[in-house]
């Protein structure tokens, strides 16, 4: 039985007619490989599509942007709970933990001058 290198993306993909469900009575081999490869980038879009609009680390209990817009925050208070809420779900190298710590006190303390700007005493 031949084999195949097929490329997708920076992998290389082994079709070896015995390893999947090939059967030459269904379809022809080249139209197995085409529905092989439609169902692998299906799996991968949806894979992508769900780390872009709904990352694990702001999904824990309610999502952070619901929670932030439910608050009608602004930019400043929402990178403040959005730093905050996520640091340690997002990653688990604590220098990027402690540089997400970092952000949220960088939005907290713009927030504070522009308080004090609008404070008249």
């Given at each position: ?45 949806k ?31 929402g ?8 640091y ?34």
């Amino acid at each position: 039985m031949p084999e195949y290198n097929y490329m997708y993306g920076k992998e290389a993909f082994n079709y070896n007619k015995a390893a999947f469900d090939y059967d030459r009575e269904k379809e022809d081999w080249d139209s197995f490989l085409v529905r092989k490869e439609s169902e692998r980038n299906s799996k991968s879009n949806k894979i992508v599509s769900d780390a872009v609009n709904h990352p694990a680390h702001y999904n824990k209990g309610i999502e952070t942007t619901k929670y932030i817009k439910s608050w009608e925050m602004n930019w400043n208070q929402g990178n403040v709970i959005k730093y905050v809420t996520r640091y340690n779900l997002k990653n688990t190298d604590v220098n990027l933990q402690i540089q997400d710590l970092q952000k949220a006190r960088w939005y907290l303390e713009d927030l504070i001058k522009e308080l004090e700007k609008q404070n008249p005493y």
